[in-house]
Nanobody, 123 residues
Framework: VQLVESGGALVQAGGSLRLSCAAS????????IGWFRQAPGKEREGISC????????YYANSVKGRFTISRDNAKNTVYLQMNSLKPEDTAVYYC?????????????????WGQGTQVTVSS
């Protein structure tokens, strides 16, 4: 099982980034995918998750209206479009794979994780 995040970068406040999570080594279409982030000194936060079958989504209040999650099952890839970025969005962003509803996926510890990608938002 392999999940590889990409797209992290240094960006100014108000800017946008798109993160990608490329999956391999497991049946991607039967797993939901979530995006999590962890800033220094803070707990890990499940910010956006998408279910495998019906594409239902969940967003944490901290990103709702600014971030959009999507998945391309043909490419085994999940994306996180991040707009109107704020300095408080600075964190290492991880994707993870698991099963359950989108909200549940963001609320527990999925079994498969990527290595993370750094997002830094300057003020």
């Amino acid at each position: 099982v392999q999940l590889v995040e990409s797209g992290g970068a240094l960006v100014q406040a108000g800017g946008s980034l798109r993160l990608s999570c490329a999956a391999s080594g497991f049946p991607f279409h039967i797993y939901g995918i979530g995006w999590f982030r962890q800033a220094p000194g803070k707990e890990r936060e499940g910010i956006s998750c998408i279910r495998n079958d019906d594409g239902s989504t969940y967003y944490a209040n901290s990103v709702k209206g600014r971030f959009t999650i999507s998945r391309d099952n043909a490419k085994n890839t999940v994306y996180l479009q991040m707009n109107s970025l704020k300095p408080e969005d600075t964190a290492v962003y991880y994707c993870a794979a698991g099963q359950g509803s989108a909200e549940l996926l963001c609320d527990y510890d999925p079994p498969f994780w990527g290595q993370g990608t750094q997002v830094t938002v300057s003020s």
